[in-house]
Nanobody, 122 residues
Framework: QVQLVESGGGLVQAGGSLRLSCAAS????????MGWFRQSPGSERKLVAS????????YYADSVKGRFTISRDNVKKTMYLQMNSLKAEDAAVYYC???????????????WGQGTQVTVSS
């Protein structure tokens, strides 16, 4: 079991950058692969990027590949999403989640944070 809290969202102009953080509590953070999801109004929650427990393997959705970078620090129990060259379509509530079964791109994410809002203006 792990508790997750996102932070770092805010308002940014198109072309700008933000870094999201996901702070975890509990002793088993290092045992989980982790993912960032986002959800826009009227849309299903979609996986944006994910990272293995060691940080040695990552997955990115095609829509963000080359612009976003996922990373984690298991000592600090924190996961990050560096978002560059932001576009209007990146605006959403971003959630972090812990992978409890399966693979990074298609597995079951059972533990979720409350989300942080990212707004992109132009």
């Amino acid at each position: 079991q792990v508790q997750l809290v996102e932070s770092g969202g805010g308002l940014v102009q198109a072309g700008g950058s933000l870094r999201l953080s996901c702070a975890a509590s509990g002793p088993t953070f290092q045992d989980y692969g982790m993912g960032w999801f986002r959800q826009s109004p009227g849309s299903e929650r979609k996986l944006v990027a994910s990272i293995s427990w060691s940080g040695g393997s990552t997955y990115y959705a095609d829509s963000v590949k080359g612009r976003f970078t996922i990373s984690r620090d298991n000592v600090k129990k924190t996961m990050y999403l560096q978002m560059n060259s932001l576009k209007a379509e990146d605006a959403a509530v971003y959630y972090c989640a812990a992978l409890t079964s399966g693979r990074l791109a298609s597995g079951e994410y059972a533990y979720w944070g409350q989300g942080t809002q990212v707004t992109v203006s132009s």
